[in-house]
Structure formats: C-alpha cells, structure tokens
C-alpha cells in the first residue's frame, strides 16, 4: 500500500511540475508578445512624428532667414527638445532589443583608431572644439568585434564626458594591450561618480542626479553594460585622482573568430 501511496504521490508531483512548465513557457510567450507590442508602438507611434517634427522644425530655420529673433529661438527649442526625445526614445529601443537574450553580434576584425574616430565623427557637433586627446599604440591588434556596436558604445561614454564635464574641459582616450587583453580608457575632467554610485550607474534608469535636468533617462551605460559583456569583456566605472569620471573597457585578447563549422558530407 505504501509503495501504491508513493507512487501516486510522484506521479502527482511531477504532472504538477509539467503543468507549472506549460503555464511558465505561457507566461514567457505573452511577455515576449508584449515586449514585441512595445517596441513596433514605440517605433511607430513615437519615433515616426518626432522624426517628421525635427524635418519641418529644420527646414523652417534654415528656409526662413526673416525670422524674428523670438521665433527662431522658439522654433530652436522645438528642435531641440524634439532631438532630446527621438534620443531617448532610439535609447528605449535599443534597451529593448538587447535586453533580450536576442543580441546578435556581427563580428569581424577591426582597428580601434577607426571606431574611436567614426565615434568622434558622429559627436563632432557636440564637442565643439574640446580637445579630445588621443594615445592609441601602433602596435595595437586588430579586435574581432561588433563594429556598430563597439561604436555605439564610445558614442555613449564620449556623450557622457561631455555631458558631466565642463564645455572646454578635455577627454582623455587611451587604448593598451594587456598581456590577455585589450583596455579601453576613456576620462574626462568633471566632477566624476561619487564612490558607492561607481557600480550603480550601469543599472537601467539609474542616474546619480535625478534633480538634474542633465542627462537622459539613464540607459546609456547599461547599454553599453549589455554590448561589451555580450562581447565577453567588461565595463567598470571610477575616478582618476585630480581628474573626473574614468571608464574602462576590457576586452578578452587575442579575439578569434569561431572556428569554422566542418560540412558534414555524409561519406565515410
Ligand atoms: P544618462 O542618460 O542619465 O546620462 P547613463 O546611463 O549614461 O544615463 O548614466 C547614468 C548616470 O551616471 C548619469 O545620470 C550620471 O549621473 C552618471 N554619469 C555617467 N557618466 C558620467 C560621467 N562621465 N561623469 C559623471 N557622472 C556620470
């Protein structure tokens, strides 16, 4: 009778954990549903007529030189404010793709020098004419990385330099190779992170100041977080003494492509 009573009792169990997988695998299928629902609205709804306002906002400044005074700086904040929100909004977007296990890497061999200056590149406007200086090694190796995303990346840390230094105070970009690996180091000369907020800044949403009306909406390093973890590195935050903010990127070297899958040719 006991063995009869044991039996039922692991038979119920286990139907009951077959039953409790079903409803899990439903619960994460209407949550990637959802997620998908989200992202497609934000794209649609949200990006769709910033990006018309930010076009029409632009051509009536430059089209119209006989603006007054008060328009034009009326019309300048449209613009910018619009700019602000189609950022944050291409910020969401992102996070919600990769935060997803999706993350999808398109690797392929490439030089630092070229993504830290198509970085530039794009923030060319922002920095104004704040010296950027650069020490990167000749002798530094090529990195089998995601190029758009490594971008991405630096494009978020320079912004940030900017963002929480003074306008005119330099950035500091360095690169070495280590004996097992690659750093990337970017500083800047403000105020930096105060010492129990190094860790917390990568955190989604998290800002050191939410008062402040500098900065966004907090994504930017959890972003970046995401993107240089995917490619099996790290990101840590800190404070270089008599300096502000420092960044460091490692990445493990050397970096390989995986090795090639053998066709299977069914002979033998
Ligand atoms: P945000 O969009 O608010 O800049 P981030 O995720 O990029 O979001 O950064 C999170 C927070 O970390 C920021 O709100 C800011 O308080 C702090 N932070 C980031 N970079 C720096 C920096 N270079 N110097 C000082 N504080 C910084």
């Known amino acids: 009778f006991i063995d009869t009573f044991c039996h039922l009792i692991a038979q119920t169990l286990e139907r009951l954990r077959l039953a409790a997988q079903a409803r899990e695998a439903a619960i994460q299928a209407d949550a990637e549903a959802l997620r998908n629902a989200l992202l497609s609205s934000i794209s649609h709804d949200l990006r769709t ?7 029409a906002a632009a051509t009536v400044i430059e089209r119209h030189g006989e603006l007054a005074t008060s328009e034009r700086q009326d019309l300048q904040i449209v613009l910018d404010e619009a700019q602000r929100m189609a950022e944050l909004t291409d ?7 990769m935060s997803s296990e999706q993350i999808v890497l398109h690797c392929d061999w490439n030089m630092i020098e070229e993504i830290v200056g198509s970085a530039l590149n794009r923030l ?12 990167l090694p000749d002798s530094l190796p090529l990195l089998w990385i995601d190029a758009v995303l490594m971008e991405q990346v630096l494009v978020n840390l320079i912004e940030n330099a900017i963002k929480y230094s003074p306008p005119g105070s330099p950035i500091d970009i360095e690169a070495s190779s280590l004996a097992a690996s690659f ?5 800047d000369y403000g105020a930096g992170i105060a010492k129990d907020q190094v860790d917390k800044v990568f955190q989604k949403f998290y800002r050191c100041h939410p008062e ?5 909406v907090g994504l930017g390093l959890a972003l970046c977080k995401v993107i240089v973890e995917a490619h099996g590195g790290c990101i840590t935050a800190g404070n270089r003494p008599g300096k502000g903010a420092e960044f460091v990127i490692e990445l493990p070297f050397p970096h390989a492509p995986p090795a090639p899958v053998e066709a299977e040719t069914g002979e033998g």
Not at 49 to 55: A, D, K, N, Y
């Open 212 to 216: 402040s009306e500098q900065g966004g």
């Open 49 to 55: 007529p910033l990006t018309r306002i930010i076009g």
């Open 183 to 187: 750093r990337l180091t970017i500083v």
């Open 124 to 135: 060319n406007k922002s920095l104004h004419d704040r010296p950027v200086r650069t020490r």
């Open 91 to 97: 910020k969401l977007l992102d996070m919600a793709r």
